[in-house]
């Protein structure tokens, strides 16, 4: 165990920015979460990205095959992982080629030596050795054997075969950066104990390569130095490190327990969004009930009977499971019943990019299903408010007697930041509209004269025995009818009803300027990023005209959408798509000329990259 006392020589910095890339099999994943969890409990800020391939298995040593985490810790406030790095750790050739353009000059770099063999060069289509060929530099370059070192470490200890000693040296960075920012790693001891609580030796040797690596930072002259990051100043409360997934499934628990609902969950599993289904797995205490089905089509569909049920009933996807589950979308539509559809955003068409995040499934959301049939559609926009937006759209579901498409992505949804643990008399009222006892002269389709939101019967209640099916219903009785002017009615009702979601949800407010020369729109997963990039050239660059309006809610629009678009001269529209929400913007204010800036690489947007476009527009 180490104890660590505060180095007094640490040089403070208010944030930092870092990537541990390797093989998927070097275990950067569990690196990156260790620090940032350790950072986190520490009282930093923080943003963090994983980023792996998309094949199970990717060739060992190919530039395809490359895992990294990123995060970013500060005493300020901190709503992006980063852009450029103030320290890369790369554990082979490849990581180090598909990473280095993103290491400031001058920063370091922490390579496993070990890892650049003429083999593990070619892979990674190096000429040369970039280690002895002057091309690094102008980086702090620290060089360490670390798969030596993991070994000698671990040779006293029983039970190892040689892959497990060698699957180790993650451990070895962690404790070096551990000491290089000034970190305790009893954390992360306290983690070893608990995973491997029946396998004493592979705490026992985890730990031992964590304090190798921790010591050996500490006494090598390469590292002259280490650095601080103080706490954050936050609002007062508890908090937890948490996944923008988890913290998804954990709104839902909040919703059915407010509602008085039990949870119903009907998925298959498709990433990014399988985490969902993971987490819920988990929580069989609280009367969740999660199905995993044996397609896309079965999942909805199971939802859309245990809604009918009573249930609050979601289900969980991605792009091309959304297609899917279209037509059973419009069921629930055309029935009037309250479903949450969960749609984790990646990279497409079809399997496209399945690990990478992008924002392509707007138009899908709003109108991927045959004829007239809305649905409200609304957007998380960071990790942590992923748990406010599905309580949102369980809420706006059961008031409104309506499907709710909940769009999160894979930046946000495998992305982590603190978030401050809420109970549940904090959480909004949510109601619902059953019926709780027979009256006289009751039908299965009256209204909710505000809303419009129809009667919700539970099935097998004596005296509330009703239809339901996909064929039109009769606007009174809900029994099927093809009376053409039934039809049309009911086709503007449907649409009426979810019109009106605009008198129950939150006006938009700007940030920064609240009139001016421009306004930079977003929506969903790109907050952190639009966010920073407009703070930084207001408050740093003195641009004090340009204002920042996020969109949560997409359909129905804020009600005060028009007026604040009118107060400003030009309108960028932010998105990593080929621009569909700028279309949105432009099919309901045709007065307003909008400018876009889209990004479609599976990546976020960068904010260099932003404050370079917001210049170019704004003089």
């Given at each position: 165990m180490?104890?660590?006392?505060?180095?007094p020589?640490?040089?403070?910095?208010?944030?930092?920015v870092?990537?541990?890339?390797?093989?998927?099999?070097d275990?950067?994943q569990?690196?990156?979460?260790?620090?940032?969890?350790?950072?986190?409990?520490?009282?930093?800020?923080?943003?963090?990205?994983?980023?792996?391939?998309?094949?199970?298995?990717?060739?060992?040593?190919?530039?395809?095959?490359?895992?990294?985490?990123?995060?970013?810790?500060?005493?300020?406030?901190?709503?992006?992982?980063?852009?450029?790095?103030?320290?890369?750790?790369?554990?082979?050739?490849?990581g180090?080629?598909?990473?280095?353009?993103?290491?400031?000059?001058?920063?370091?770099?922490?390579?496993?030596?070990d890892?650049?063999t003429?083999?593990?060069?070619?892979?990674?289509?190096?000429e040369?050795n970039?280690?002895?060929?002057?091309?690094?530099?102008?980086?702090?370059?620290?060089?360490?054997?670390?798969?030596?070192?993991?070994k000698e470490?671990?040779?006293?200890?029983?039970g190892?075969?040689n892959?497990?000693?060698t699957?180790?040296?993650?451990?070895?960075?962690l404790?070096?950066?551990?000491?290089?920012?000034?970190?305790?790693?009893?954390?992360?001891?306290?983690?070893?104990?608990k995973?491997?609580k029946?396998?004493?030796?592979?705490?026992?040797a985890?730990?031992?390569?964590?304090?190798?690596?921790?010591?050996?930072?500490?006494?090598?002259?390469l590292?002259?130095?280490s650095?601080?990051?103080?706490?954050a100043?936050?609002?007062?409360?508890?908090?937890?490190?948490?996944?923008?997934?988890?913290?998804?499934?954990?709104?839902?628990?909040?919703?059915?327990e407010?509602?008085?609902?039990?949870?119903?969950?009907?998925?298959?599993?498709?990433?990014?969004?399988?985490?969902?289904?993971?987490?819920?797995v988990?929580?069989?205490?609280?009367g969740?009930?999660?199905?995993?089905?044996?397609?896309?089509?079965?999942?909805?569909?199971?939802?859309?009977?245990?809604?009918?049920?009573?249930?609050l009933?979601?289900?969980?996807?991605?792009?091309?499971?959304?297609?899917l589950k279209?037509e059973?979308?419009?069921?629930?539509?055309?029935i009037?019943?309250?479903?949450?559809?969960?749609?984790?955003?990646?990279?497409g068409?079809?399997t496209?990019?399945?690990?990478k995040?992008?924002q392509?499934?707007?138009?899908?959301a709003?109108?991927?299903r045959n004829?007239?049939?809305?649905?409200?559609?609304?957007?998380?926009?960071?990790?942590?408010n992923?748990f406010?937006?599905?309580?949102?759209?369980?809420?706006?579901?059961?008031?409104?007697?309506?499907?709710?498409?909940?769009?999160?992505?894979?930046?946000?949804?495998n992305?982590?930041?603190?978030?401050?643990?809420?109970?549940l008399?904090?959480?909004?009222?949510?109601?619902?509209?059953?019926v709780?006892?027979?009256?006289?002269n009751w039908?299965?389709?009256?209204?909710?004269q505000?809303?419009?939101?129809?009667?919700?019967a539970?099935?097998?209640?004596p005296?509330?025995?009703?239809?339901?099916?996909?064929?039109?219903?009769?606007r009174i009785?809900?029994?099927?009818?093809?009376?053409p002017?039934?039809?049309?009615?009911?086709?503007?009702?449907?649409?009426?009803?979810?019109?009106?979601?605009?008198?129950?949800?939150?006006?938009?407010?700007?940030?920064?300027?609240?009139?001016?020369?421009?306004?930079v729109?977003?929506?969903?997963?790109?907050?952190?990023?639009?966010?920073?990039?407009?703070?930084?050239?207001?408050?740093?660059?003195?641009?004090?005209?340009i204002?920042?309006?996020?969109?949560?809610?997409i359909?129905?629009?804020?009600?005060?959408t028009?007026?604040?678009?009118?107060?400003?001269?030009?309108i960028?529209?932010c998105?990593?798509?080929?621009?569909q929400?700028?279309n949105?913007?432009?099919?309901?204010?045709?007065e307003?000329k909008?400018?876009?800036?889209?990004?479609?690489?599976g990546?976020?947007?960068?904010?260099?990259?932003?404050?370079?476009?917001?210049?170019?527009?704004?003089?």
């Open positions: 180490i104890t660590l006392e505060k180095n020589n640490a040089e403070t910095l208010d944030a930092v870092i990537r541990f890339v390797g093989d998927s099999g275990g950067m569990l690196t990156g979460t260790q620090f940032s969890d350790t950072s986190a409990m520490f009282g930093n800020d923080v943003a963090t990205f994983p980023n792996y391939p998309s094949e199970i298995r990717a060739p060992q040593g190919s530039l395809y095959g490359v895992s990294g985490f990123q995060v970013h810790i500060g005493s300020v406030e901190v709503s992006t992982p980063g852009d450029n790095l103030d320290l890369l750790v790369a554990m082979n050739p490849a180090l080629k598909t990473n280095l353009y993103a290491v400031k000059p001058g920063n370091t770099i922490i390579i496993d030596s890892s650049f003429k083999k593990n060069l070619e892979k990674a289509q190096y040369s970039p280690l002895e060929d002057g091309s690094l530099e102008n980086y702090r370059v620290v060089t360490v054997p670390m798969t030596s070192l993991t470490a671990l040779k006293d200890v029983e190892l075969d892959k497990s000693i699957r180790s040296k993650n451990m070895f960075a404790g070096m950066v551990y000491w290089l920012y000034d970190r305790n790693p009893e954390h992360t001891i306290e983690f070893f104990q995973k491997f029946t396998k004493p030796h592979l705490i026992e985890n730990t031992k390569v964590l304090n190798a690596g921790f010591f050996y930072a500490e006494t090598i002259e590292i002259p130095n650095y601080s990051i103080s706490p100043k936050m609002q007062g409360g508890t908090y937890r490190i948490i996944m923008g997934n988890t913290a998804t499934a954990w709104g839902f628990l909040a919703a059915a407010k509602s008085g609902r039990e949870l119903f969950l009907g998925s298959y599993p498709i990433t990014p969004a399988t985490d969902i289904l993971h987490e819920l988990k929580h069989k205490h609280f969740v009930k999660a199905f995993q089905a044996e397609d896309e089509i079965a999942g909805i569909s199971s939802a859309i009977g245990a809604s009918f049920a009573g249930d009933a979601i289900t969980t996807t991605s792009g091309p499971g959304l297609a279209g059973a979308l419009g069921l629930a539509v055309m009037e019943l309250p479903l949450v559809v969960v749609n984790v955003q990646r990279g068409p079809s496209g990019l399945p690990t995040t992008e392509s499934d707007l138009m899908q709003m109108y991927g004829g007239e049939s809305p649905v409200i559609v609304i957007a998380a926009s960071t990790p942590a992923c406010n937006f599905a309580y949102e759209a369980s809420r706006l579901a059961l008031e409104h007697m309506t499907p709710v498409v909940l769009l999160t992505d894979g930046y946000i949804a992305g982590s930041a603190p978030w401050k643990i809420k109970s008399e904090e959480m909004p009222e949510i109601k619902n509209n059953l709780n006892e027979v009256k006289e039908h299965p389709y009256d209204r909710n505000e809303t419009l939101a129809r009667n919700w539970i099935p097998g209640t005296g509330l025995e009703h239809r339901v099916g996909g064929l039109e219903k009769d009785t809900g029994d099927v009818s093809h009376v002017e039934n039809h049309e009615i009911m086709t503007h009702t449907r649409a009426e009803k979810v019109k009106k979601v605009e008198n129950y949800i939150p006006e938009i407010k700007p940030e920064f300027a609240q009139e001016g020369d421009l306004l729109i977003g929506w969903g997963g790109t907050y952190g990023s639009l966010h920073s990039a407009v703070k930084q050239i207001v408050e740093e660059e003195g641009y004090k005209n204002g920042f309006a996020h969109f949560n809610y359909n129905p629009l804020p009600k005060n028009g007026e604040l678009l009118s107060k400003f001269k030009k960028l529209v998105e990593l798509n080929n621009g929400f700028v949105v913007l432009r099919m309901n204010f045709e307003q909008f400018l876009q800036f889209n990004k479609i690489q990546l976020p947007f960068a904010n260099s990259e932003l404050i370079e476009k917001f210049k170019q527009i704004a003089e």
